[in-house]
């Protein structure tokens, strides 16, 4: 089993006003085979957790810790975050002209596992996966994302997340613009990936209708950087009744102008 824990995490970002708070003491441990869901209103620091956990170079660590299977997150780099099984799907997923789709996964792959897969099996595992993601299979030699619709940019996520096989997956905001129909599919790949390798998962959503086909074992809600409740999948249920209202109310206004 592994265990990533996150312990009193503080996190600033520059913004044209100077030095902002984002993250105000979040602490969560999230273990394989678990999923967690992170809830909250826009600008309450759900993607900045994720782009922390990953490493990105725009937001400083203030204060706290991340650790995963007890090795310093916030030591490794990107690429070794990735290697220790750490897996970000990005909210807005970036087109890279000139780098197809195949070229993009094996290489990935390669990077990740440190030797190249087998051509004739991993062929076959990225036609099976993209057939399950009911991906055109001329989506293969097309440059990643180039012209991909929203829809198509999150398929593509999860098929990375089937093909490289992480311990651990922060989704963030991966049901943002998909219809009922991509929203199941996209969820169906999610619980494959979970069952054929006890994936644990961190969902970052505002809404409640991708819970319908991922079912979270606890859920979280954040509002202006901090965890300000939790409990299980009633929560949510709750939160799609009420809103989030009251948690707002009851917490002080994050700086103008911070985008979270």
Do not use: C
């Not at 009633?234 to 102008?257: C, H, I, S, T």
């Amino acid at each position: 089993m592994s265990v990533l824990e996150i312990r009193d995490l503080h996190v600033s970002v520059e913004t044209d006003a100077g030095t902002t708070p984002i993250l105000n003491g979040v602490t969560l441990t999230i273990r394989t085979g678990e999923t967690h869901a992170i809830m909250g209103p826009n600008g309450s620091g759900k993607s900045t957790l994720a782009y922390t956990i990953a490493g990105h170079p725009k937001y400083t660590v203030t204060a706290g810790t991340i650790t995963f299977d007890g090795e310093d997150v916030l030591a490794m780099t990107v690429d070794e975050r990735a290697r220790a099984g750490l897996f970000l799907a990005m909210q807005y997923p970036v087109e890279i002209p000139g780098v197809s789709v195949t070229n993009f996964l094996r290489t990935a792959k390669t990077a990740i596992d440190g030797e190249a897969p087998p051509i004739r099996t991993w062929t076959k595992d990225v036609r099976e996966s993209m057939k399950n993601l009911r991906m055109d299979a001329k989506f293969a030699q097309r440059n990643v994302n180039e012209g991909f619709s929203g829809g198509e940019k999150k398929r593509h996520e999860i098929l990375q997340l089937e093909l490289l096989k992480p311990k651990l997956a922060v989704l963030d905001e991966t049901d943002s613009g998909l219809d009922v129909d991509a929203l199941k599919v996209v969820a169906d790949g999610v619980n494959r990936a979970k069952a054929e390798t006890n994936l644990g998962v961190l969902l970052i959503t505002h809404y409640t209708r991708i819970l319908r086909y991922i079912h979270p074992d606890f859920v979280h809600v954040m509002v202006n950087g901090r965890i300000v409740e939790e409990g299980g999948p009633e929560l949510a249920d709750r939160l799609e009744e009420e809103g989030y209202d009251r948690y707002v109310q009851a917490e002080p206004e994050p700086a103008e102008g911070v985008q979270a």
